[in-house]
T-cell receptor
């Protein structure tokens, strides 16, 4: 079946540091890939997406590139802020007439001033 | 624009009591609707999804049920809660060809 594996956290960084959160996937067919962010006590917000190989999704300084050859979708940001502290989820979707998301377990990011 | 709301935001219930969580979507018609559960340390688990009124698919057998009485309303229920039902419940809608889902604010359930 479909699955997503992402690095375990927490990831602890100082403000303005470079961020990478690794994500790899296994899927039948051609998935769309997503990163969601969850701030404490809130629902999930779509951060960025990519729908085909070599696509780069970007939003709010975050980027991720759909790498089919390595089945990866790593999240990066050049300079993190304290406000980026949250849990980040990698997810995939394979449409079968409807869409369900398969999520990784989430990676907590803690950014200190 | 589309919005999704779910309530209540927080709920504390005794074991064996009933449950009803509601979710409504505005600004779109015939959306696919979903209930996910997020339990501590266990990530996100799809519980139910619905592609239309009265059409419910269950992903995980348990003592929860879902109903869709109207096009943009999705309800999660239980007749008798268990301790293991505690968690953060998220409603979502989807309908785009690229497959992303859009989530509500979540409902935190604590069963004591």
């Amino acid at each position: 079946g479909d699955s997503v594996t992402q690095m375990e956290g927490p990831v602890t960084l100082s403000e303005e540091a470079f961020l990478t959160i690794n994500c790899t996937y296994t899927a039948t067919g051609y998935p769309s890939l997503f990163w969601y962010v969850q701030y404490p006590g809130e629902g999930l917000q779509l951060l960025l997406k990519a729908t085909k190989a070599d696509d780069k999704g970007s939003n709010k300084g975050f980027e991720a590139t759909y790498r089919k050859e390595t089945t990866s979708f790593h999240l990066e940001k050049g300079s993190v802020q304290v406000s980026d502290s949250a849990v980040y989820f990698c997810a995939l979707s394979v449409s079968r007439g409807y869409s369900t998301l398969t999520f990784g377990k989430g990676t907590m990011l803690l950014v200190s001033p | 624009s589309q919005t999704i709301h779910q309530w209540p935001a927080t709920l504390v219930q005794p074991v064996g009591s009933p449950l009803s969580l509601e979710c409504t979507v505005e600004g779109t018609s015939n959306p696919n609707l979903y209930w996910y559960r997020q339990a501590a340390g266990r990530g996100l688990q799809l519980l139910f999804y619905s592609v239309g009124i009265g059409q419910i698919s269950s992903e995980v057998p348990q003592n929860l049920s879902a109903s869709r009485p109207q096009d943009r309303q999705f309800i999660l229920s239980s007749k008798k809660l268990l301790l293991s039902d505690s968690g953060f419940y998220l409603c979502a809608w989807g309908g785009t060809v690229t497959g992303e889902l859009f989530f509500g604010e979540g409902s935190r359930l604590t069963v004591l």
